[in-house]
């Protein structure tokens, strides 16, 4: 992420690092990291497994559901279609007025 910089500017959305040695900043990092250490040991190299088992782990681990999204999988999630927001903002001068997203339940409004 040494270019974090152009990445912010260009999603118009800060971005935030972890301080090293600091596992509890990380969640949803380090909770990955223990269940992909149910199917491969700390030190396995993954070039060394077949990349269809590979991409099962990966389908396997993406269908279970998250205590952080209500029980829903991330794919249930992205799934389903927003909620109607009450917020507007104008364009310019004369234009209709836009309807802005609210953020999804867990996320912060930029």
């Avoid at 270019?3 to 260009?10: D, L, P, Q, T, V």
């Avoid at 935030?16 to 990380?26: D, G, I, K, L």
Wanted: proline share 10%; net charge positive; hydrophobic share 30%.
């Amino acid at each position: 992420m040494g270019r974090h910089h152009e990445f912010s500017i260009a999603v118009d959305m800060p971005v935030y690092f972890c301080n090293p040695a600091s596992p509890w900043q990380r969640g949803s990092n380090e909770n990955t990291n223990g269940l992909l250490r149910q199917y491969f040991p700390k030190g396995i190299d993954p070039s060394a497994h077949a990349r269809d088992q590979l991409e099962a782990v990966a389908a396997e681990l993406n269908a279970r559901p998250r205590k952080t999204l209500g029980r829903d999988t991330s794919a249930e999630r992205l799934a389903a279609p927003l909620p109607p927001c009450s917020i507007t903002t104008q364009r310019s001068v004369g234009a209709e007025p836009v309807q802005k997203r609210s953020p999804r339940k867990g996320q912060r409004a930029r």
